[in-house]
């Protein structure tokens, strides 16, 4: 039940964080690929997944710790991001 719990107030952090730019009418551009940028492991799925929004895109990575990292570079992960969603309009 604690478990459960923690599931339920992680999601709804994650969610708030996205709601808040729908709320200033920005579109917020999905994250399109299944893996963390910094680090490769599998995100999509995981509800303890750290998601934020940046200059209009969903990041999703593995923890909030990682977000230091990521705020270094963005534009080396936003190309990344790039990268991955031309690959899945081709």
């Known amino acids: 039940m604690k478990n459960l719990s923690i599931l339920v107030v992680i999601t709804w952090l994650a969610t708030v964080g996205t709601q808040a730019d ?3 009418n ?3 551009k ?3 690929i299944d893996h ?3 680090c490769g492991m599998l995100v999509k799925g ?3 997944a750290y998601t934020f929004v940046y200059q209009g895109q969903e990041i999703r990575l593995c923890s909030k710790s990682e ?3 990521f705020e270094r570079t963005p ?3 936003l190309k990344k991001i790039a990268d991955a ?3 899945l309009k081709k």
Do not use: H, S
């Open 30 to 32: 999905p994250y399109p």
């Open 36 to 38: 963390c940028i910094l």
């Open 85 to 87: 969603e031309a690959k």
């Open 46 to 48: 995981r509800a303890n």
């Open 67 to 69: 977000r230091q990292e």
């Open 75 to 77: 534009a080396k992960y």
């Open 22 to 24: 729908n709320a200033t």
């Open 26 to 28: 920005k579109v917020v």
